[in-house]
């Protein structure tokens, strides 16, 4: 069974950093595309960032762009999103999501980690 | 505002259909597939339709998408108190180089 396991969210102030992580499990991690996906409060969904199966590739929405990096490690079966310069914003809850390896869409999603910038 | 565009809400009577409408362009849908999510209430989206008119395993054939040009479908049929959710379309942007989703359509079944 396909598992996604997000952690790392919390309270931070503005400017400050956050790394959340997205534990992989029943599957074979580096043979699909990640991304990080967010919704804030009562708001729709919005893409934040996808990595390729092998992390050579990465794209980022402009909202995050020079602000947020995306990284995955295959040894650990762990994907990571550095969030740095948080801004209110960035308050939202962070869904970790696989890319299909059969074509472009999310098949599986983590339950999701909320991160809120606030002082 | 989004890039894809919903309605922001549908509704119908449980047995009813409903559909819920998705436009974009051609740099979207016009030339990549087109998926959908359904959120119920407090958990995470999950995958209804992939490939504009596809279906997981698991996802009852009331549930159906459909795509003409820039534009794409999502029918639900028989329409249940428990299919109330949060719906939203999904696909590649390649103009943006994005993954774009739409605003997102509430459905109430009255």
């Known amino acids: 069974e396909v598992q996604l396991l997000e952690s790392g969210g919390g309270l931070v102030q503005p400017g400050g950093s956050l790394r959340l992580s997205c534990a992989a499990s029943g599957f074979t991690f580096s043979t699909n595309a990640m991304n990080w996906v967010r919704q804030a409060p009562g708001k729709g969904l919005e893409w934040v960032s996808t990595?390729?199966?092998?992390?050579?590739?990465?794209h980022y929405a402009d909202s995050v762009k020079g602000r947020f990096t995306i990284s995955r490690d295959s040894s650990k079966n762990t994907l990571f999103l550095q969030m740095n310069s948080l801004r209110a914003e960035d308050t939202a809850v962070y869904y970790c999501t696989r890319m299909s390896s059969a074509g472009w869409f999310l098949d599986y999603w983590g339950q999701g980690t909320l991160v809120t910038v606030s002082s | 505002q989004s890039v894809l565009t919903q309605p922001p809400s549908v509704s119908a009577a449980p047995g009813q259909k409903v559909t819920i409408s998705c436009s974009g362009s051609t740099s979207n849908i016009g030339n990549n597939y087109v998926s959908w999510y359904q959120q119920l209430p407090g958990t995470a989206p999950k995958v209804l339709i992939y490939e504009n008119n596809k279906r997981p395993s698991g996802i009852p054939d009331r549930f159906s998408g459909s795509k003409s040009g820039t534009s794409a479908t999502l029918g639900i049929t028989g329409l249940q108190t428990g299919d109330e959710a949060d719906f939203y379309c999904g696909t590649w942007d390649k103009s943006l180089g994005a993954w774009v989703f739409g605003g997102g359509t509430k459905l109430t079944v009255l």
């Open positions: 990595i390729s199966s092998t992390g050579a590739n990465t």
